[in-house]
């Protein structure tokens, strides 16, 4: 599976897209996967302040809800409403189907993160393929 | 043979099953609209044999087996003095003396302990044949023509919740039942056991289902469509400290056939004005899915209930939930909350089953 080299990607299977101080946010291909069907996604509300590692959202399969975790603490600008009533959209392209656009309050943090090739070396040893 | 078509495994109960194959959706709406396959085998079978197999079936099961004929099956419940469950089971009359219980898997050493003891005192052998067979489970609007393709029994001659005979993909006698946990018509056939013999009967019935698009079918189909149909699961809706009556499985047991393990407790709870609290169906009328485990709380908030199973419905598009809550809000059209991560969603209380089945057209297309 190829994961954009320009994301950086967390253990929890999120990915973010940064330039600047903006923040674009969504899960990999590799956890929409996992999850199987989505079905609901649960989204912050704009404004909202968000932290490095804490939960801002979920998403539901049919059978398991699934939290999500912010890769980089800011406040929401944006998120994608088409995901209330197409929350497939997540299965058909992960990449692009992003959840929430943040302002960075810290852009440093966002380089700690893995790279593409380093994710996916991560996800090949948690799962054996 | 599940893993090389690319199944998603889990332990369930000690048992190594396949959740998923294509995907839940997909595999639920195969049932509902084609055919579907499911690897039933971790389900347990008790054989009870003898002159006094009838009365002992009577004594611990809470349906009346004397009304069933020779070929034919009832859903039913072994309870305990309390009138809680054991188990459910389904119960198929082989003959006057021969009766088989088709039990569940994760209760299977209990389940087999218990009808031994209890049926002990009673003139017959009761033995464990769970891993003599293999059972797969045809369901759906099209489970017939496929099956037929497969054996020389008239299926069409086999009405709902009967069974048969017949040789199934060269297996003679094999046991062909209209039975399932799908709330659509559909077959369970009962092949020996042996990886070879099943992988090729499993095999042979993909083959068979190709023209109607058949899939494989895992637990996470299994699930919701037993939900949809508002099927009882051990350990959700029944267990071992819900009574009969707060299960709502009434017309399952009948009292009338005299004495046997639980009517006394039943007894007590008529004479008590029934149960304090019943299973309910919920349809969430706000944003959210309700889960198992999930508390019910009445509109000010308070705590009344829990949820026993929940999940999306793939076939209705609708988020359903089975729940226990107090007699007073158990009427249809009472309004409800779930708690949903710290908030209360609104649901209401529907009718159940919240689907079923269609009724079988005259010709069948």
Partial sequence: ?129 | MHRRLGAKMVDFGGWDMPVEYSGLIAEHLAVRTGVGLFDVSHMGDIQLRGPGSLQAVQHISMNDASRLQTGQAQYSALLYPQATFVDDVIVHKFSDNDYLLVINAGTREKDYNWVRSQAARFDCHVNDYSDYYTQLAIQGPRAEQTLQKLTNADLSNVKFYWFTWGTVCGLPNTLIARTGYTAEDGFEIYVPSDVATSERVWSEVLEAGREFDILPCGLGARNTLRLEGALSLYGHEISDSINVFEAGLDRFCKLEKGRFLGSDALQAVIAAGGPERKLVGLEMIERGIARDGYRVLDLAGQPIGSVTSGSPAPFLKKNIALAYVPRAHAEVGSEVAVEIRNAPVKARVVPLPFYKKPKKQAASS
């Fill in chain 1, 1 to 129: 599976m190829a994961y954009p080299a320009n994301y950086r990607y967390t253990r929890e299977h999120e990915w973010i897209e940064a330039s600047g101080n903006a923040g674009t946010v969504g899960i990999t291909d590799h956890a929409q996967d996992s999850l199987g069907d989505i079905v609901f996604v649960e989204l912050p509300k704009v404004g909202a302040k968000v932290e490095k590692g804490k939960v801002f959202g979920s998403v539901e399969s049919v059978k398991a809800v699934s939290d999500l975790f912010a890769p980089a603490s800011g406040t929401v600008t944006a998120v994608n409403e088409e995901l209330t009533t197409a929350p497939e959209k997540i299965n058909a392209d992960a990449h692009a189907a992003w959840i929430m656009k943040i302002e960075l309050s810290d852009p440093s943090e966002v380089a700690g993160l893995l790279s593409a090739s380093d994710y996916e070396a991560y996800v090949k040893e948690e799962t054996g393929h």
